[in-house]
């Protein structure tokens, strides 16, 4: 796994901020902490919350081995909530393809 640059840092940093800026009705960012909920017990509250499904959706995918501490806090802080995509750890290019294809059957039906 590569370390991440000040640069790369700062590029994430400025993204978080767009993308918080944007109006997205669920946020969500890919994790590996324990307290990282399954994407269909999320979609299920915010329906129930919402009285209906997410019509635009932020998702964040991070590197092998997760996001760290500080890049998942300030996700957390701009409102993302954690998800688990299972008990392997997928590539990032993986996991970005398995995230695109939960949210299409789940939202898109």
């Not at 324990?34 to 590197?63: C, F, N, W």
Request: proline fraction near 6%.
């Amino acid at each position: 796994m590569k370390a991440l640059n000040a640069a790369e840092t700062a590029s994430i940093r400025i993204t978080a901020v767009s993308a918080s800026e944007q109006a997205f009705d669920l946020r969500l960012i890919g994790s590996l902490q324990p307290d990282a909920q399954h994407l269909k017990k999320i979609l299920e509250t915010y329906s129930s919350e919402y009285g209906d499904r997410p019509r635009s959706v932020l998702m964040l995918v991070g590197p092998e081995g997760d996001f760290t501490p500080a890049e998942l806090a300030l996700a957390r802080r701009h409102g993302c909530e954690p998800i688990t995509l299972g008990p392997i750890i997928l590539r990032v290019e993986t996991a970005a393809i398995y995230c695109l294809s939960i949210l299409s059957y789940e939202l898109l039906i």
